[in-house]
């Protein structure tokens, strides 16, 4: 199969003026030698196709492929990680991991938080700031925790987003608008235990892999998976394992974990993050469909590493998904290719 990359490099945005946080959640040139290298391995042959305006040029050229697989981010707008995919449903050309409507519904946490609530999945109470003048109006109860309402990779989160003062809000609140211009989700606090679950598959084929407690070491910043502590993890946080079998709140947490992704619509592969509260009980804070792919630095990775699940398998499980949910709604032939996988 020849099998299309889309992708947003940190260092072209970096070279052309942005900044190291505005520009986090990009790839390193590691991260798609590794994919590009993967799907060699399996067999296919690779096009390295670059973000979307790249994408454009490139169809306008009359350029296709079998299956594009896109971890594209985008930079501008609030469905900034549905432009290409949409530009590739526009072409009928399939591709890897969820649709536009889903991808933009995710990357908008209070609105995913809405929509899972009333499916009946626990999340934290929680307002949105969209101006100043709101600030005054939210009506929480102390410790709360302030974070932008469409950013990944922990952006704009410190030390300072666990908020225990009004005055403290007031600030935080201030500078998330001013600097990452876009709301604030602001989220009662949950004092409990941290988890990231990962998720294969699609609608009913989707399947639990297994679930990361997100452990802070004593010099990472405290209490919040911060930007600084998910930059530094490989010092600053301990990724454990823990089994459903051998805990009941990680058997809750995947059980809900599951259910939100079905929720969602989200597919292929992915992650489902959670925090408890201080009785033990399991909350939704966001669900990641676009998930990042470092073989040693992102937290899908990390966790098939702990099951033992190599890189090249988690890519194989990726592309499979996609081609069998292919197959079921194509109008035309789907390329085959062979599973190494049982």
């Known amino acids: 199969m020849i099998i299309g990359l889309t992708y947003d490099?940190?260092?072209d945005y970096l070279a052309a003026g942005y900044g190291e946080e505005e520009t986090a959640e990009f790839d390193r040139p590691d991260t798609v030698e590794a994919i590009d290298a993967a799907l060699r391995e399996l067999g296919h042959q690779t096009d390295r196709i670059g973000n979307g305006q790249r994408l454009v040029g490139r169809l306008a050229q009359g350029d296709r492929w079998d299956l594009v697989f896109n971890i594209a981010e985008g930079l501008h707008g609030k469905?900034?990680?549905s432009q290409v995919p949409a530009i590739l449903d526009l072409f009928e050309i399939p591709y890897t991991f969820s649709d536009p409507l889903?991808?933009?519904l995710s990357l908008q946490k209070d609105l995913a938080k809405l929509v899972v609530r009333q499916a009946g999945i626990p999340t934290p109470d929680f307002a949105l700031v969209e101006q100043p003048e709101d600030i005054e109006k939210v009506n929480l109860s102390?410790?709360?925790?302030a974070k932008p309402v469409a950013e990944g990779t922990s952006k704009g989160i410190s030390a300072a987003s666990r908020i225990t003062d009004r005055r403290s809000l007031g600030r935080v609140c201030r500078h998330l608008l001013e600097t990452l211009r876009q709301p604030?989700?602001?989220e009662s606090f949950l004092a409990g235990r941290e988890?990231?679950?990962g998720v294969s598959g699609s609608g009913a084929d989707a399947e639990v892999l297994g679930t990361l407690e997100i452990a802070l070491q004593?010099?990472?910043?405290?209490e919040v998976y911060s930007y600084l502590?998910?930059?530094?993890?490989e010092d600053l946080v301990e990724y454990r394992l823990v089994r459903p079998d051998q805990d009941d709140e990680v058997r809750q947490v995947e059980a809900l974990a599951l259910a939100t992704w079905q929720i969602l619509g989200c597919r292929d592969a992915g992650r489902v993050d959670f925090r408890s509260d201080d009785h033990a009980r399991p909350q939704f804070l966001e669900a990641n469909p676009l998930p990042g792919l470092h073989p040693q630095h992102s937290d899908l990775p990390i966790l098939c590493s702990q099951l033992g699940i190599g890189y090249v398998s988690l890519i194989e499980r990726i592309v499979q998904s996609a081609l069998r949910r292919v197959a079921r709604m194509s109008r035309r032939p789907v390329p085959q290719t062979t599973s190494r996988d049982p």
Do not use: G, S, Y
């Open 142 to 145: 102390l410790p709360m925790f």
């Open 184 to 186: 604030v989700l602001v």
């Open 79 to 81: 469905a900034r990680e």
């Open 195 to 197: 988890f990231t679950v």
């Open 102 to 104: 889903v991808l933009a």
């Open 229 to 233: 502590n998910k930059e530094q993890c």
């Open 218 to 222: 004593p010099d990472a910043e405290a």
């Open 9 to 11: 490099l940190r260092a």
